[in-house]
């Protein structure tokens, strides 16, 4: 019995093959140990209902469904469709990012103009928003905003501005889902 | 047969190495995350307008499609003429509004004088006045009544000098109480020719 020294040449250049890998990334990258404790947190941030908030929404702490209403050829604005209220006792951070629209890219989005996304701070001045607008049968949004600092103890709100274009059929409806990111 | 196990034996451990040296590797991508999303759904339902724009007995408008915008065209002439039902706004349900006509633009303001309201043939409140080509706005609401009517009247249009005054107006549709609001287009168009 003659030892496969094809085979074995094979398995080492395998093996030095992985170590040039590993070297070769090594010169880019480092690591930082880290030990993680999962604990629960607290939504200090949350979603709490506001004078413009329609009679049919669901509100949770970490999430909200609103109904919405959108007219042809004149602008509704709904300027306190929902509160954010910053329950913790120091500065948070948020931001509002777009996460889905439907329909897109099939006739019915020609019913709508622009639906406006507004972060008004407690002062009813606006600090960033989001918009979507249409151009034939398909959305367009603007990026993801900035952070912004909501105080201590106060409440923001959402300002939300529809409008259809004159002849939109009555009925028509898209779905419009946005994240207001928090930070920890 | 001794001999091909160790050989079998090497070459599993060079193998677990190779794999080993590659899955530490891939530690490096890792990320973490530091915010939490709350997510907002909205739905966008097209309805029909509660309450809409027609044509009035002077017969000074013009309504586009949908009843949402309109444009009122009169021209004045040298003595004042009042034109108190140049728009309806109509209100098609059981529910209360408060409305308002807001300056939005204007061009050359300075050929005509008027008094723009808002009345239900009982009482009447001054939206916006031109004068001296100087616009001045009320900015206080007006009630309107559960299925309804009111009217846009132009008061003492007078003209001042040739020319064409157009004035951009938005009717603030109110909910009482909260700040849930419409804002209807509504252009005023003035000529005068001495």
């Not at chain 1, 329609?54 to 509160?83: F, M, Q, R």
């Not at chain 2, 160790?6 to 060079?14: G, Y």
């Not at chain 2, 309201?117 to 206080?140: C, F, M, P, Y």
């Not at chain 2, 299925?147 to 549709?173: D, E, F, K, P, W």
Request: aromatic share 10%; hydrophobic share 40%; proline share 2%.
């Amino acid at each position: 019995m003659k030892m496969n020294y094809k085979k074995s040449l094979k398995f080492i250049t395998l093996l030095l093959a992985s170590l040039l890998i590993a070297t070769v990334s090594a010169t880019v990258y480092y690591s930082l140990s880290m030990q993680t404790t999962i604990t629960v947190g607290t939504t200090w941030v949350k979603f709490i209902s506001a004078a413009d908030t329609p009679s049919e929404s669901t509100i949770t702490d970490a999430t909200c469904t609103l109904s919405l209403s959108t007219l042809a050829n004149s602008s509704l604005v709904y300027e306190k469709a929902v509160g954010l209220s910053n329950t913790y006792t120091g500065i948070r951070y948020i931001r509002l990012q777009h996460v889905s629209v439907s329909p897109n890219g099939t006739a019915p989005v020609s019913n709508f103009t622009h639906v406006k996304f507004y972060l008004l701070d407690n002062s009813l001045t606006v600090q960033a928003s989001l918009n979507y607008t249409t151009s034939g049968d398909n959305w367009s949004v603007t990026s993801t905003t900035d952070w912004k600092a909501i105080p201590a103890s106060t409440t923001w709100y959402i300002k939300v501005e529809t409008f259809s274009p004159a002849g939109a059929t009555a009925g028509t409806q898209c779905t419009i889902e946005i994240a207001v990111d928090v930070q920890q | 047969m001794k001999r091909i196990a160790k050989q079998e034996i090497f070459h599993s451990v060079l193998l677990v190495l190779a794999l080993l040296i590659l899955t530490l590797n891939l530690v490096h991508n890792v990320k973490s995350t530091v915010y939490y999303t709350n997510l907002s759904e909205n739905y966008q339902t097209v309805i029909q307008p509660l309450i809409i724009l027609k044509n009035d007995t002077n017969n000074v408008s013009n309504i586009y499609l949908s009843n949402t915008s309109a444009k009122i065209s009169i021209t004045a002439t040298s003595n004042s003429a009042t034109y108190n039902y140049s728009l309806k706004i109509v209100n098609n349900n059981a529910s209360h509004w408060e409305v308002k006509l807001e300056y939005d633009d204007c061009i050359d303001i300075i050929h005509v004088n008027t008094t723009i309201v808002l009345h239900n043939n009982i009482s009447s409140l001054w939206q916006i006045k031109i004068e001296g080509g100087i616009k001045r706005q009320n900015d206080t609401y007006y009630d309107l009544a559960d299925n309804a009517t009111i009217h846009i009247g132009v008061q003492n249009l007078v003209g001042i000098s040739s020319g064409t005054t157009i004035l951009h107006t938005y009717l603030r549709i109110k909910t009482p109480n909260k700040t849930t609001y419409a804002l209807y287009e509504i252009t005023f168009e003035f000529k005068y020719n001495t």
